[in-house]
Every structure is written in structure tokens, then in C-alpha cells.
């Protein structure tokens, strides 16, 4: 839980030699300061000041700031209080707000900024990113200048959108700006700062783009995994990777640099998606048979440490930010896919092998070997049948293409 004081912050003093009064809020070993007032003017002390503010005999002036303080630090801890009777998750910029009573404009930024930090403490990173990103292309459009949400509307939509497309970047990217650019407005509703009857994107059609292929055949696996790579290289390392991720029902990289020796129990994988376990009520948890081509592949790449806690593969450390971690993964991610590139332009595959391409080959398999959609949408840990036709859109494709050979 967060905690509050008055302090005398002893940064910079001024020419008198006096420091000012704040309120000093710590959360998780981050800290933010709040100037106090008094009288309309910022609270200022020299050291001299601040001990006989703080006198169990204090006169006059100092008496009256002494007053004043207790009534700001009540003020926070009841904030505090209030916050978790609420059961609302502490932000600074939540705390900040309430303490000095801003009144809420429901600035786009705001909420982005408000979002963004609370995806931060939950260490959902790669998120929290997102959105940053996000929010400097819109203020980058807007020039820096603040905004609320009824000033979105279908014309600021689509505005916007040329905005990017002139800036050259792709219906993906387009797409994500504007996805979280939703999420906000959505958002935003909920707290009431716009109406529901204002909704831009009722008439609006986010960009997207037709997925290309990414899977590739059973026979096309088998060949990856004939490869001839000699141990320990890059290309081995990529190699084996992409097969414990196709072996391991399209396990995620992210969730692969996670695992931990205690996540093996009785001959199977077992843990939950990073993507959702910090996401109250949507965790998937998956339980994988470690079979015979699993268990060479994943005892060759594993670490010697065998304790519990220990990572199961020699990705990420001990004692790491979350922040740390994140940008571990991301190398981990960029340098296999460098690889596994120069792996799929050897074997001249039509399509350019990337860690994603395990995870659709998986769907894809195993749907060639006749699995329902269902089944596979349950394997992949999918909410929604849509998601997982995504995986399926280049089967599809496929299987077309064979009948239209055998028409006549």
C-alpha cells in the first residue's frame, strides 16, 4: 500500500536558504512530491524553521504550518483509506487529483497517462508501451496541445488517419493507434467524462489488414526440424526454440523466457500466459504432455540449475524489473527471428520464418490432421472462435487452391 509524509524537501534551496514543504507519497519504491499551501502561497521553512514547526511547543507562525500540515497528511491518509474501501487501484495521478481536487477535464492525455501507469505497476510492460506510443503519435497530431474526449469525434477520426497514412506507416501500426485511442474512449465513458451517444467509432471502420500467411505444412516442420544446425550456434539456438514453441502448442516466447523449473510437474508443462496473469478474471492456464521429441529438444536448451525458482531456460535473470525483463524478451525475440530468417530463405520457404510462424503452424497442423476449430481455439488458449480463425486463414487458402486444381 502506499504511504504518506510531510517532508522538507532538501533539493534545491532557495537564496534565503529555505526548502519547500511537500507531501512526500511512496508507492512500490517510487516516490512524487506534492507542494503545499498555505494562504494561497507554496510553503517554504529553513532547517531551523522546519524544527520548530515541528516543536511539541510550537508558537505563533510555526504553530498555525504545524496545523496546516497535520491537516494535509490527514487529508492524504484518508485519501488512501477511501481508495481501498473502493477497492480502486492507487495511481499517483489518482492520489494527486483528489488531494489537490483537480477537477477532471477528461483530457485525452490524462487518461492515457492515468492507464498507462496503472499497466506499469501491474508490470504489464509491452502494454503500457503500446499505449505510450500511442499517445506521442495523437499529441505529435495535435501539436502537443491538450484535448478532451468530446473533441473526438468522426471528423477527428479520420483526420487523424491522414495523418498517419501520410506519415507512411502500416494498417498494423494504424491500426494499434487507433485501437487505443478506443480503449481510452471506452474508458472514458465509464467514467463518465463524455456520453455514450457521442461514440465516434459507431460510424468509424478501424484499418486492418488482410493477415498474410504465416504457417507453414507438416511436411515444411519436419524440415526445419532436419536442419542441420550445429550445436550451440545462433541458427541451433533459433532452431530449437521455434520447435519447443510448435511442440508446446504455439507457446508464446514471452511465456517460453518465463518458465521456471517448478512449472514442470509430473511430466508435464504447466503455467499460465504472462499476457493474462495479471488480468483479473482472463487467466489461461495451460497443461502440456512433455513428450519423448519435447523432453530431447527442452533438456538440450534448459539451464544445469534445477531449484525450483530457477528459469528453465537461460533467457531472463534473477532479480530483473519488470522493465528489464521486458527489453530481455524483446532481444531474446529479435535475435532468434534473425536466425530463423536465414534458416527459412536455406530452406527457400515462400513465406519469412519468425517466432509467430510456430504458433500458427501449430493451428494449422492441426487442422490439416482434421481438429475442430474448437479444439484448436482451446489448445491456443483463445477466448474467441474469430481469434483463432486468424491462425486458420491461410489453410484455408490452401485447401481452395487444391479443390480449384480438381475442378474437372
Known sequence: MATVSIILHKQRPRQDGSYPIRLRVTHKKERRYISLEMEDEIMYATEEEWDKINSPKAKG??????????????KAKQILIDLAAQNKQFTFNRLEEQFLEKRKEGTVKEMFETVIEELK???RIGTAQSYGNALNSIMVFKNKKAFSFPDVDLKFLKKYERHLRDKDLSINTIGIYMRSLRTMYNRAIKEGLVK?????????????????????????????????AIPATPQW????YFLFSYLTQGMNFTDMAHLKCSNIIEGRICYERQK?????????????????????IMNQLRTD??????YLFPILQKGLTAEQEKNKVRQFVKTTNKWLNRIGKELEFPLKLTTYVARHSYATVLKHKGYSTSTIMESLGHKLEKTTQVYLDSLHESVLDEANENLL
Open 276 to 296: 493474462t496473469s495479471r488480468t483479473v478474471g482472463e487467466i489461461t492456464s495451460f497443461s502440456i504432455k512433455i513428450t519423448d521429441q519435447l523432453a530431447n
Open 196 to 228: 455514450q451517444a457521442d461514440y465516434p467509432f459507431t460510424h468509424y471502420k478501424i484499418p486492418a489488414k488482410a493477415g498474410r500467411k504465416r504457417a507453414l505444412t507438416h511436411e515444411g516442420m519436419k524440415r526445419i526440424y532436419d536442419y542441420p
Open 237 to 240: 539456438y533459433a532452431k530449437n
Open 121 to 123: 505497476q501491474e508490470k
Open 305 to 310: 540449475q534445477r531449484n525450483p525458482g530457477d
Open 61 to 74: 507562525r510555526y504553530r498555525d504550518m504545524k496545523l496546516q500540515i497535520a491537516v494535509y497528511e490527514q
